[in-house]
Nanobody
């Protein structure tokens, strides 16, 4: 059974750093593009950062230069290193996987809360 499980969320002060990670199981990890999304109450889920199966990355303008997405194909994990955190980064962060070759196979993790205090 395919599963994405996030970990590493928590409470941090503004200006601090936090790393969230996502472990995948039940899928051929190297065939998936991966991403981190976030969502606050009453808002739509937004893309934070993505990384293709080949390691090409992209970032939302609001986090570029502060966040780094990475993947470890040996451990089937994708991580998001968040630096210089701001209160507006407070959200539930979700891991996302999408099959890279035509078939519409997508998976979401359950989310992990990140709270940045001012």
């Amino acid at each position: 059974q395919e599963q994405l499980v996030e970990s590493g969320g928590g409470l941090v002060q503004a200006g601090g750093s936090l790393r969230v990670s996502c472990a995948a199981s039940g899928l051929t990890f190297t065939l998936y593009n991966l991403a981190w999304y976030r969502q606050t109450p009453g808002e739509q889920r937004e893309l934070v950062a993505g990384i293709t199966k080949d390691g090409v990355t992209n970032y939302a303008d609001s986090v570029r230069g502060r966040f780094i997405i990475s993947r470890d194909n040996d451990k089937n994990t994708v991580a998001l290193q968040m630096n210089s955190l701001k209160p507006e980064d407070t959200a539930v962060y979700y891991c996302y996987a999408r099959f890279a070759f035509g078939r519409q196979l997508t998976y979401w993790g359950q989310g992990t809360q990140v709270t940045v205090s001012s």
